[in-house]
């Protein structure tokens, strides 16, 4: 359990970059990879939520900075019960993100730290 533990910390520790490449949240996504185009642009985030399930949210758009970006996501809770979902984010800056999101089966308001 100790080299478990161990190795996630690492990896964590090493995976810091020129951009976020990891996020930690509350709700939607508690721990999650972000995913990016060729050009750089944030494209999607897939994870862990904290209802036992995963979560894959996608932006409709070129995610800005100040702005409100809105997305779809779809995942599962307790690991096999479906859920589906749209919202909207606003990137305070390039670490911090609140919103909130209207779905299936739970309505949620969010925020997130990403590194």
Not at 45 to 69: A, C, D, P, S
């Amino acid at each position: 359990m100790k080299k478990l533990f161990l190795s996630v910390v690492l990896l964590v520790c090493f995976s810091f970059a020129a951009r976020p490449t990891m996020e930690i949240g509350a709700f939607e996504t508690l721990l999650g990879w972000k995913q990016y185009t060729p050009g750089g642009q944030l494209e999607s985030i897939m994870g862990v939520n904290w209802m036992m399930g995963f979560t894959y949210k996608r932006y409709f758009g070129r995610l800005q900075v100040k702005t409100i970006n809105p997305y779809w996501m779809i995942g599962t809770v307790a690991v096999v019960v479906p859920m589906a979902g749209i919202g909207l984010d606003y990137v305070i800056d390039q670490n911090w993100t609140v919103g909130g999101a209207f779905g299936l089966p739970l309505t949620n308001l969010h925020a997130s730290y990403s590194f």
